[in-house]
Protein backbone atom coordinates (compact mmCIF):
# COMPACT_ATOMS: atom_id res chain seq x y z
CA UNK A 1 0.00 0.00 0.00
CA UNK A 2 1.82 3.73 -1.14
CA UNK A 3 2.34 6.02 1.69
CA UNK A 4 0.70 9.64 1.00
CA UNK A 5 2.03 12.85 2.23
CA UNK A 6 -0.60 15.07 3.41
CA UNK A 7 0.23 18.59 3.86
CA UNK A 8 -2.15 20.64 5.64
CA UNK A 9 -2.51 24.30 6.36
CA UNK A 10 -3.14 26.98 9.47
CA UNK A 11 -6.49 27.34 10.28
CA UNK A 12 -8.79 29.72 7.63
CA UNK A 13 -12.15 31.15 9.13
CA UNK A 14 -14.97 28.91 6.60
CA UNK A 15 -17.29 30.42 4.44
CA UNK A 16 -20.60 28.04 3.30
CA UNK A 17 -24.13 28.26 2.25
CA UNK A 18 -26.47 25.70 0.45
CA UNK A 19 -28.47 27.15 -2.03
CA UNK A 20 -31.69 26.47 -2.20
CA UNK A 21 -33.30 23.79 -4.79
CA UNK A 22 -34.14 26.30 -7.02
CA UNK A 23 -30.98 27.67 -7.38
CA UNK A 24 -28.87 24.27 -7.60
CA UNK A 25 -27.14 23.47 -10.30
CA UNK A 26 -28.46 20.83 -13.15
CA UNK A 27 -25.27 18.67 -12.40
CA UNK A 28 -26.24 18.12 -9.10
CA UNK A 29 -28.36 14.38 -8.67
CA UNK A 30 -31.75 14.48 -7.21
CA UNK A 31 -31.60 13.99 -3.44
CA UNK A 32 -28.55 15.94 -3.17
CA UNK A 33 -27.86 19.71 -1.97
CA UNK A 34 -25.57 22.13 -3.67
CA UNK A 35 -23.11 23.23 -0.80
CA UNK A 36 -21.05 26.29 -1.76
CA UNK A 37 -17.85 26.65 0.10
CA UNK A 38 -14.95 29.02 0.92
CA UNK A 39 -12.39 30.57 3.01
CA UNK A 40 -11.45 33.98 4.26
CA UNK A 41 -7.44 34.23 3.44
CA UNK A 42 -5.80 37.23 4.61
CA UNK A 43 -9.28 38.82 4.87
CA UNK A 44 -10.39 38.48 1.88
CA UNK A 45 -13.26 35.87 0.65
CA UNK A 46 -11.80 33.02 -1.76
CA UNK A 47 -14.24 30.47 -3.00
CA UNK A 48 -13.36 26.88 -3.22
CA UNK A 49 -15.95 25.10 -4.76
CA UNK A 50 -19.53 24.16 -5.05
CA UNK A 51 -19.92 20.74 -4.00
CA UNK A 52 -22.77 18.05 -3.92
CA UNK A 53 -24.04 16.86 -0.68
CA UNK A 54 -26.32 14.13 0.28
CA UNK A 55 -29.46 15.92 1.36
CA UNK A 56 -29.41 13.57 4.58
CA UNK A 57 -25.92 15.07 5.48
CA UNK A 58 -26.63 18.84 4.75
CA UNK A 59 -26.87 19.29 8.62
CA UNK A 60 -24.32 17.09 9.76
CA UNK A 61 -22.11 18.92 7.46
CA UNK A 62 -22.96 22.68 8.44
CA UNK A 63 -22.86 21.64 11.74
CA UNK A 64 -19.11 20.85 11.36
CA UNK A 65 -18.26 23.64 9.45
CA UNK A 66 -20.19 26.23 12.14
CA UNK A 67 -17.57 24.43 14.98
CA UNK A 68 -14.70 26.89 13.92
CA UNK A 69 -12.17 27.30 11.41
CA UNK A 70 -10.90 24.46 9.26
CA UNK A 71 -7.98 23.35 7.87
CA UNK A 72 -6.84 22.63 4.29
CA UNK A 73 -5.45 19.10 3.54
CA UNK A 74 -3.92 18.22 0.40
CA UNK A 75 -2.87 14.98 -0.81
CA UNK A 76 -0.66 14.61 -3.87
CA UNK A 77 -1.09 11.42 -5.75
CA UNK A 78 -0.97 10.25 -9.52
CA UNK A 79 -3.92 10.17 -11.25
CA UNK A 80 -4.09 7.57 -14.15
CA UNK A 81 -4.42 9.45 -18.19
CA UNK A 82 -7.04 6.77 -18.55
CA UNK A 83 -9.13 7.52 -15.35
CA UNK A 84 -9.29 10.98 -16.28
CA UNK A 85 -10.47 10.59 -19.91
CA UNK A 86 -13.65 8.43 -18.12
CA UNK A 87 -14.46 11.67 -16.25
CA UNK A 88 -14.85 13.78 -19.34
CA UNK A 89 -18.42 11.05 -20.12
CA UNK A 90 -19.98 12.71 -17.52
CA UNK A 91 -20.55 16.64 -16.73
CA UNK A 92 -17.37 18.08 -14.80
CA UNK A 93 -15.47 20.18 -12.17
CA UNK A 94 -12.90 22.91 -13.64
CA UNK A 95 -10.47 20.52 -11.29
CA UNK A 96 -11.43 17.36 -13.05
CA UNK A 97 -11.04 18.19 -17.07
CA UNK A 98 -9.09 16.29 -18.50
CA UNK A 99 -5.50 18.34 -20.00
CA UNK A 100 -5.90 19.26 -23.38
CA UNK A 101 -3.03 16.33 -24.79
CA UNK A 102 -2.36 13.61 -23.01
CA UNK A 103 -0.31 12.12 -25.78
CA UNK A 104 2.68 10.05 -23.89
CA UNK A 105 1.48 11.02 -20.14
CA UNK A 106 -1.49 8.91 -20.48
CA UNK A 107 0.42 5.71 -19.54
CA UNK A 108 2.75 7.19 -16.86
CA UNK A 109 0.36 9.19 -14.83
CA UNK A 110 -0.20 12.85 -13.87
CA UNK A 111 0.62 14.17 -10.55
CA UNK A 112 -2.93 15.43 -8.83
CA UNK A 113 -3.61 17.43 -5.55
CA UNK A 114 -6.42 16.41 -3.65
CA UNK A 115 -8.25 19.16 -1.49
CA UNK A 116 -10.40 18.26 1.88
CA UNK A 117 -11.01 20.41 4.75
CA UNK A 118 -10.53 19.34 7.43
CA UNK A 119 -13.19 20.96 10.69
CA UNK A 120 -12.52 21.23 14.19
CA UNK A 121 -14.91 18.33 14.79
CA UNK A 122 -12.18 16.06 12.81
CA UNK A 123 -14.72 15.97 9.64
CA UNK A 124 -13.03 15.56 6.46
CA UNK A 125 -14.92 17.35 3.54
CA UNK A 126 -13.47 16.47 0.25
CA UNK A 127 -13.39 19.65 -1.88
CA UNK A 128 -11.45 19.04 -5.22
CA UNK A 129 -9.34 17.41 -7.31
CA UNK A 130 -6.44 19.56 -9.85
CA UNK A 131 -4.59 17.38 -11.72
CA UNK A 132 -1.57 18.98 -13.71
CA UNK A 133 -1.81 19.28 -17.51
CA UNK A 134 1.97 17.57 -17.50
CA UNK A 135 4.02 15.28 -15.64
CA UNK A 136 7.06 17.27 -14.82
CA UNK A 137 6.35 17.73 -11.07
CA UNK A 138 6.26 15.52 -8.46
CA UNK A 139 2.49 14.94 -7.18
CA UNK A 140 3.99 15.87 -3.60
CA UNK A 141 5.09 19.22 -5.45
CA UNK A 142 1.80 20.16 -6.90
CA UNK A 143 0.16 19.61 -3.46
CA UNK A 144 2.42 21.51 -1.75
CA UNK A 145 2.03 24.47 -4.64
CA UNK A 146 -1.59 24.39 -3.96
CA UNK A 147 -1.33 25.02 -0.82
CA UNK A 148 0.88 27.88 -1.09
CA UNK A 149 -1.64 29.17 -3.99
CA UNK A 150 -4.21 28.85 -1.42
CA UNK A 151 -2.28 30.78 1.09
CA UNK A 152 -1.71 33.39 -1.26
CA UNK A 153 -5.40 33.61 -2.24
CA UNK A 154 -5.82 32.34 -5.65
CA UNK A 155 -9.35 31.22 -6.37
CA UNK A 156 -9.24 27.28 -7.01
CA UNK A 157 -11.09 27.64 -10.22
CA UNK A 158 -8.04 29.84 -11.38
CA UNK A 159 -5.74 27.00 -10.28
CA UNK A 160 -7.74 24.62 -11.74
CA UNK A 161 -7.28 26.97 -15.28
CA UNK A 162 -3.61 27.38 -14.38
CA UNK A 163 -2.25 23.50 -14.02
Not at 86 to 105: F, M, N, S, V
Not at 114 to 128: E, H, P
Request: hydrophobic share 45%; glycine share 8%.
Amino acid sequence: MSQFNAFVSPEYPVLHSVLPPEDTPEEVPEGFAALSLGLLVKGIPSFLATIPVAADDVEALTRSLDSGDVRVAVVGMSVDGDDIQGAAATPAEPWEEPPLELGDEEDTGLPAAFLSLVCQDGRKIGVARIVARKGTASPEEVARFVLKQIAQGVQIPDLAQAG
